[in-house]
């Protein structure tokens, strides 16, 4: 294996930005990444996988951990609110035969998965440290950092996330993300055993789930048309995701309200506001490349952000593999990459858009279901 590129920094150790240093020592080339928390922590709850993820766990090499540690299953129960079937969507087994269509875990624990894996791979990892400049020369890119030291690279690749401060340096002119009228509740609660798979409760205007993460552990889901991007004090939390569930009777449903106002409870609640972002390509100028949520951030309507962004990493090291030049490499990602990422952006942004205003259930379904099979398609 052999790549135009011998000395790699990459900015942002989050899921891409690790994915990108594991499948990029594979080429046997120099990786640094520059990762701003000295703690390397990663905050959420759960996080919801589909099989294309699981697909790129097995290339980055972190399937089995993923298995062991999270929880995987095939289908989706869709229900209304008082609890009767719908359907039961069939999740395909793009992973392979021997692993299931979809799954889950804990945010932090797949960010410790991708650490480990990161590390292992040989990359060396800067915590408590980013850029501070950025001066592209005739050999490569000039990078200062904030802790007084420098360092000159062949490529730079920008992962740091959806408020990028290198897309902000390479590219002040890019639109901001743009709140999409949605925001999403999720709590960490335990997994009662009856519980097999992502289940989900449809109401009029309210849309909620529980999806297991580990052999114990679930994470509740609810989705809440909010006009107002407003800052909520979490003190509030718990009330507020317990009204949301009041009407659905569905007993599974209920059990969880109950446990979010029992006395004393110490339930982790995360609430965020839906936002999103699509950048017009080219996503590099010169030697420095933006992946991920840098240049394609998603809504949770597909559950396939995590996903679009790992498999960036993927295709990049792939297109860098045997590339006469680093601008080749960079323009054979792109293109790969558009089409993909500007369907699961735009398509769940359409999807909220429909939960929204009420819109055509039968669009949304046709709208999920032509999403699912292209990202089953190879990458």
């Known amino acids: 294996m052999t790549s135009p590129a011998k000395k790699i920094l990459i900015i942002g150790g989050g899921f891409s ?88 875990i804990m945010r932090p624990v797949l960010a410790k998965i991708l650490a480990e894996a990161t ?25 200062s950092f904030t802790d007084g030291t420098a360092g000159d690279y062949d490529l730079v ?66 989705t809440e048309d909010r006009a107002d991007n407003v800052q909520i004090d979490p003190a509030r939390f718990p009330a507020m995701l317990a009204d949301l569930l009041a009407p659905f009777a569905a007993p599974l449903m209920q059990q969880c309200r109950a446990q979010l106002l029992e006395p004393g ?8 506001p839906l936002e999103a972002l699509l950048i017009p390509q080219p996503w590099h100028r010169g030697r420095v490349v ?16 995590a996903c679009i962004g790992i498999e960036d990493a993927i295709v990049l090291a792939d297109e860098l593999d045997g590339a006469a030049t680093i601008e080749e490499a960079l323009a054979g990602f792109e293109a790969r990459r558009w089409e993909r990422c500007r369907m699961v952006v735009e398509n769940s942004r359409r999807l909220g858009e429909i939960e929204i205003t009420g819109g055509d259930k039968a669009e949304h379904s046709s709208i999920m279901h032509a999403t699912h099979m292209a990202l089953a398609a190879p990458i």
Not at 119 to 140: D, I, N, P, Q
Request: glycine share 12%.
């Open 17 to 104: 930005g690790m994915s990108a240093a594991i499948q990029l020592r594979k080429l046997d080339v120099e990786v640094e990444v520059a990762e701003i928390d000295p703690g390397w922590r990663s905050y959420g709850a759960g996080i919801s996988l589909g099989g294309a993820t699981l697909r790129a766990f097995r290339t980055l090499g972190i399937l089995d951990q993923f298995l062991e540690q999270g929880s995987a299953a095939d289908g989706v129960d869709m229900h209304l609110p008082h609890g009767q079937l719908l359907a039961t969507l069939p999740t395909p087994r793009i992973a392979g035969e021997d692993v299931p269509g979809g799954g889950a």
């Open 119 to 143: 590390v292992a791979s040989g990359a060396k990892v800067r915590l408590g440290c980013t850029f501070s400049s950025l001066r592209e020369h005739a050999e490569g890119v000039a990078v």
């Open 157 to 222: 690749i920008g992962a740091d996330g959806l408020y990028s401060k290198v897309r902000e340096m390479l590219m002040p002119e890019a639109p901001r993300p743009r709140y999409s009228g949605q925001c999403v509740w999720r709590a960490v609660l335990p997994r009662p055993p009856e519980l097999a798979r992502a289940t989900m409760w449809v109401g009029p205007k309210v849309k909620t789930g529980v999806n297991p993460v580990s052999r114990d552990l679930m994470y509740l889901f609810v």
């Open 265 to 272: 409870a110490d339930v982790q609640i995360v609430y965020r």
């Open 290 to 305: 933006l992946i991920g949520d840098t240049v394609h951030a998603t809504t949770p309507h597909m559950a396939s952000g």
